[in-house]
């Protein structure tokens, strides 16, 4: 069974970057779509950015266009976000999550697998 698990979150100030992880085990990464989600305190699980199986498409919400870019690494069974020029609004709790599929959307009830989750706080 894929686990996913994510890492590289923590505080940051504004207009400050950060990488986000998502480290897979159990099973090989690549025919699994990913997609980065996040949910600020109060707010509904968005959908962020997403990747396709083999990395040739990816999709980005548009609050996060020309910020944050998403990768994948799947001889490492990795999937990056990198996020620039933070905002305060960007703070909320980020997941990964994993779809058997070329790609998976930005919908969040399109994937199967997901992390538990690592914070981002961005403030000064």
């Known amino acids: 069974q894929l686990q996913l698990v994510e890492s590289g979150g923590g505080l940051v100030q504004p207009g400050g970057s950060l990488r986000l992880s998502c480290a897979a085990s159990?099973?090989?990464?690549?025919?699994?779509?990913i997609g980065w989600f996040r949910q600020a305190p109060g707010k509904e699980r968005e959908g962020v950015s997403c990747?396709?199986?083999?990395?040739?498409?990816?999709n980005y919400a548009d609050s996060v266009k020309g910020r944050f870019t998403i990768s994948r690494d799947n001889a490492k069974k990795t999937v990056y976000l990198q996020m620039n020029s933070l905002k305060p609004e960007d703070t909320a709790v980020y997941y990964c999550a994993a779809v058997f599929h070329r790609i998976g959307g930005l919908g969040q009830g399109n994937y199967d697998y997901w992390g538990q989750g690592t914070q981002v706080s961005v403030s000064s």
């Open positions: 990747i396709s199986s083999s990395g040739d498409i990816t």
């Open positions: 159990g099973s090989t990464l690549d025919y699994w779509a």
